[in-house]
């Protein structure tokens, strides 16, 4: 069993900075790989960014690449998203997912998840 608790939202300007924060419980927290999903008002949930259990392996939609960096600590059991340069249409609320095995860049092979952290981004 993982529980994953996200912090971090707010409200930023465009062109704005904000780091998330993803805490997590369970024993067996750092053999999961670890992902970053947002959904926005009327969207279909969508992938953001996802980490390797190890943190060797870092994965981006094409949206927030070169703007956006996870990372972990498995010593502090958190994951971070560090997003830059943010702009309105990245405004959703943001959920941390945990996945055992399978293609982290579907929501389906998460099996745990957060609650969500409000971004919103003023133009």
């Known amino acids: 069993q993982v529980q994953l608790v996200e912090s971090g939202g707010g409200l930023v300007q465009a062109g704005g900075s904000l780091r998330l924060f993803c805490a997590a419980s369970?024993?067996?927290?750092?053999?999961?790989?670890m992902g970053w999903f947002r959904q926005a008002p009327g969207k279909e949930r969508e992938f953001v960014a996802a980490?390797?259990?190890?943190?060797?392996?870092?994965y981006y939609s094409d949206s927030v690449k070169g703007r956006f960096t996870i990372s972990r600590d498995n010593a502090k059991n958190t994951v971070y998203l560090q997003m830059n340069s943010l702009k309105p249409e990245d405004a959703a609320v943001y959920y941390c997912?945990?996945?055992?095995?399978?293609?982290?860049?579907?929501?389906?092979?998460?099996?745990?998840w957060g609650q969500g952290t409000q971004v919103t981004v003023s133009s």
């Open positions: 980490i390797s259990w190890s943190g060797s392996i870092r």
């Open positions: 997912a945990a996945a055992l095995s399978g293609n982290v860049y579907r929501s389906g092979a998460y099996d745990y």
């Open positions: 369970g024993r067996t927290y750092s053999s999961y790989s």
